[in-house]
């Protein structure tokens, strides 16, 4: 503790705890959603080809929902009012950001009643998160080994789907914030 300093000790500890209390949430490569939205670029907003793979790659390599906001300013700008399906491309792109930092690596429908949410985190790690929800969505949100399964998510049209993981996944961020008490 000499040699590193109490605060880097400290620090180091909670690591170390963290780790065998499996409350570290997992670092995903990609998250992929699988669900039956509409979400693209139509031929009659952006009719050139070059544009339009230069556009779908721009959200593509969006980091940030400000990136989104922004990128979304500039079509509307550049091609005027932005049509439901280049909408929903901007909601897909936010729900794949915010659910790959929550350590989520796939998002698709089970059967007609439920929607998956593929993770390899811990299930101490998830109790850490559904802190952070409702106790009505808490309930709804059920955690087995490999996955989450958001009940009667399903039944909602697709969109719906979409701003429902959105609303609760964000509310999820919370403990991103409070980094002290995650790695």
Same mark, same amino acid.
């Given at each position: 503790m000499d040699v590193i300093g109490f605060d880097l000790y $400290? +620090? $180091?500890l909670q690591e170390a705890i963290k780790e065998i209390r499996g409350q570290e949430i997992p670092q995903v490569d990609d998250t992929q959603i699988d669900l039956k939205v509409t979400a693209m670029?139509?031929? %009659?907003?952006i009719s %050139? /080809? +070059?544009q339009k793979m230069s556009a779908y790659r721009s959200v593509a390599a969006a980091d940030t929902k400000q990136e989104l906001v922004n990128i979304a300013a500039e079509w509307h700008d550049r091609y005027g009012e932005i049509p439901k399906p280049a909408q929903q491309l901007f909601r897909i792109v936010e729900l794949k950001q915010i659910a790959k930092q /929550?350590?989520?690596?796939r998002i698709r429908p089970d059967g007609k009643q439920h929607i998956i949410l593929e993770t390899p985190m811990a299930e101490p790690a998830w109790n /850490?998160?559904?802190e952070y929800l409702t106790d009505s969505s808490r309930s709804r949100y059920v955690y087995s080994t490999g996955k989450v399964t958001a009940r009667g998510l399903g039944v909602l049209r697709p969109?719906?789907?979409? +701003?429902t993981l959105i609303d609760v996944l964000s509310k999820m961020e919370g403990v991103l914030m409070t980094?002290?008490?995650i790695a």
């Open positions: $400290m +620090e $180091m670029i139509p031929a %009659d907003y %050139d /080809l +070059e /929550l350590g989520f690596s /850490l998160l559904a969109h719906e789907q979409v +701003e980094s002290s008490s």
